[in-house]
Every structure is written in structure tokens, then in C-alpha cells.
């Protein structure tokens, strides 16, 4: 083989071998997107952006791979309750009429004193006559 020959082979494994790191460093640099990609996460167009846009940046392509390796959220289900039946979200519902209302009750009256011979309660004599309203100023000893 020749010079020329040679100088060909090695040309074209320097080829083949950029275009290996090529490959190689592109699947590294886009790795927050292909794992955003896989994990079908809900923000997979942020990442991408942010990966295209500031994956050059170190801490740009730590913020896609971080927005990349979230949690997946939870479905929650969320029920609705309007006066006491369950509501289906979109569907319109008229609320329920309120309770008739109570009539106010009157306070209840102070316990009745029945009208007789009681200790005196300002402590002048032994007993004093209640007439079932007030104190009397009869009193017994």
C-alpha cells in the first residue's frame, strides 16, 4: 500500500471517529429530553427548550434533567357536594331549596319560685317570706 492509501484510511477512521464523539455528545447534551421524552412527562416542551437553549450552560442542562426526573403528579379525584347531593362537574345544577326556617322560640322563662318561707339571703333573720316575686320584709326567727 501506498502513502496515499494510508493517509485515506486514516482520514476516513478520524471521520468515523468524530462522528461517533459527535453522536455520543449530542445524546449527552439532549439526555434530559430523551429521558423527559421516555418518562412522557406533563412539561416536555420546557425541558426541551431549556435544553436546547441552556443545556450549553451547566446548570441550564441540570434544570432540564432535574424538570426531566419529577415526580409524575397523581390523578386526584375531587368530589363535589352541593347541599348535600353530589355534583357533576360541567353540568349545571340548581341548588336545593333551604330548609324552612324555624320560628324563634321565646327564651324560656326563669324557673317559677313558689311563694313561702325561705333562709333570709341577706342573712338578717333565720327565715324570710318569698311571695313568689320578691322578698317580703315579713321574717321569722
Do not use: C
Amino acid at each position: 500500500m501506498g502513502h496515499a492509501a494510508i493517509g485515506t484510511a486514516r482520514g476516513a477512521g478520524a471521520g468515523l471517529g468524530l462522528l461517533i464523539l459527535l453522536v455520543i455528545g449530542g445524546a449527552f447534551y439532549f439526555l434530559p429530553s430523551i429521558i423527559a421524552s421516555v418518562r412522557k412527562v406533563p412539561n416536555l416542551g420546557s425541558v426541551i427548550v431549556i435544553n436546547i437553549f441552556l443545556g450549553w450552560t451547566f446548570i441550564g442542562w441540570i434544570v432540564a434533567l432535574a424538570m426531566a426526573m419529577r415526580s409524575p403528579l397523581t390523578p386526584v379525584q375531587v368530589h363535589m357536594y352541593g347541599g348535600g347531593v353530589p355534583m357533576t362537574p360541567g353540568v349545571q345544577q340548581y341548588p336545593m331549596a333551604p330548609p324552612p326556617a324555624q320560628p324563634f322560640a321565646s327564651p324560656p322563662s326563669p324557673p317559677t319560685i313558689a311563694a313561702g318561707w325561705y333562709p333570709d339571703p341577706n342573712g338578717q333573720a333565720r327565715l324570710r317570706y318569698y311571695d313568689g316575686n320578691a322578698w317580703t320584709v315579713h321574717t321569722h326567727d
